[in-house]
């Protein structure tokens, strides 16, 4: 006789099923909070750097961004006021996401270029001589009459008929 062993967080029948679950998500929440906070710590001091960084690679892009806050802040003052309070309480994820869409602009140039450069040159090729027809020589066709006796022998279009 086989025995299956089963295992259940809660879903039983008892008043306090529903804690087991309960528990796992509250641990599941409070891991990824702390892992969201150290993310945040980290990025809070490399943030600078970051900006730099991006300010060597690409200063347009810092440029088009604040240029695009101003321009919030005229045409729309109260989402501009508040995308001014997220900037500077989010700080370190403006410039993380600022140095990542100046490295993927970069890259996406070094590719364009990459690719207009090998669109621009020719390919080195040789030509190849080969006199030897033999392989598209081909046996003789059947007469009609024949090829028609065989498709009407064979069984498999029998069935069908």
């Known amino acids: 006789m ?6 259940r967080v809660g879903g039983s029948g008892g008043p306090f099923g529903f804690l087991g679950p309960l528990i796992i998500l ?4 409070t891991i990824l909070f702390f892992v969201a906070r150290g993310v945040f710590w980290l990025l ?7 900006l730099l960084i991006t300010l060597i690679i ?5 440029t088009n961004f604040l240029k695009f806050v101003w321009k919030l802040l005229q045409e729309n003052p109260l989402m501009g006021i508040v995308a001014l309070l997220l900037i500077f ?3 370190p994820v403006i410039a993380g996401f600022l140095f990542f869409k100046a490295i993927t602009k970069r890259s996406l140039q070094k590719a364009v270029s990459r690719m207009e450069k090998e669109r621009n ?7 190849v001589n080969d006199d030897d027809d033999s392989f598209l020589e ?7 009459k024949e090829a028609h006796k065989q498709t009407r022998s064979n069984d498999y279009d029998e069935m069908f008929k």
């Open 89 to 91: 309480f989010g700080y």
């Open 138 to 144: 081909l046996p003789p066709l059947k007469n009609k």
């Open 2 to 7: 086989t025995e299956y062993k089963e295992y």
């Open 58 to 62: 690409d200063y347009k892009i810092v």
């Open 44 to 50: 809070s001091w490399v943030a600078p750097v970051l």
């Open 26 to 29: 509250a641990i599941f929440f």
């Open 121 to 127: 040159t020719y390919t080195e090729y040789e030509e």
